[in-house]
């Protein structure tokens, strides 16, 4: 029951069924815990200390005690529908969901004749410090995530077709979220309309702790 139970040893059973020898950790920053889990595998992929990282997230309500917390906070849609970047918006649906991805280097994989799905050009992460709300994101601290990330790995942000966004379908969130991209855009171009913005929560709801790795 004890070692069952423990966080730390979820990453540590899936080493040991499968004998993996890198590093092997359990995060917890809530909903960007599996993308934060792929900024720490890609650095440790370029330094080198692993030929493969496996990078996952998942999320299961085994009691009705996590909706009725949601919904006495006011976070849960009335009408049980994600309403991303919609005027109809009024909170999440939460959503059951595993996933993962498994990280090579990109040389090594084309060496190696790997079917390679998709490339991460780079990743960066920040804290927003102090907001209106411990739950309420910072447009600002979001701005400048995505300009830092854009001028390190030289992304043109007018070079890009879509943007997948966390889009919990709420009033507050919603449209911090496009006001963080759409200044982080303007310090690259005044272009205007050439990039898709969604969310995949208006399809399989809101999945907390594996909610990156299925935006992914």
Do not use: W
């Amino acid at each position: 029951a004890m070692t069952g139970n423990a966080n730390s040893i979820l990453a540590a059973r899936i080493a040991y069924v499968l004998n993996l020898k890198g590093p092997a950790m359990q995060l917890d920053t809530a909903c960007s815990s599996s993308l934060v889990a792929m900024h720490l595998a890609r650095q440790i992929l370029v330094s080198d200390e692993a030929d493969l990282m496996l990078v996952g997230g998942v999320t299961l309500y085994l009691s009705e005690s996590s909706y009725a917390k949601m919904d006495g906070a006011g976070m849960l849609s009335p009408t049980g529908r994600c309403h991303t970047f919609d005027q109809g918006a009024d909170g999440f649906v939460p959503g059951e969901g595993v996933g993962a991805v498994l990280l090579k280097r990109l040389d090594k994989a084309r060496a190696d004749g790997d079917r390679i799905l998709g490339v991460i050009k780079g990743t960066a992460i920040n804290q927003d410090g102090r907001t209106n709300g411990i739950t309420a994101p910072s447009a600002q601290s979001q701005t400048a995530l995505e300009i830092s990330l854009y001028r390190r790995f030289g992304i043109d942000p007018e070079t890009l077709t879509y943007v997948e966004a966390h889009g919990t379908g709420t009033k507050l969130g919603d449209p911090i979220e496009v006001k963080a991209l759409t200044d982080a855009f303007r310090a690259f171009t005044p272009r205007k309309q050439f990039c898709g913005l969604g969310s995949v929560k208006t399809n399989i709801g809101h999945t907390s702790a594996a909610a990156g790795v299925a935006s992914l």
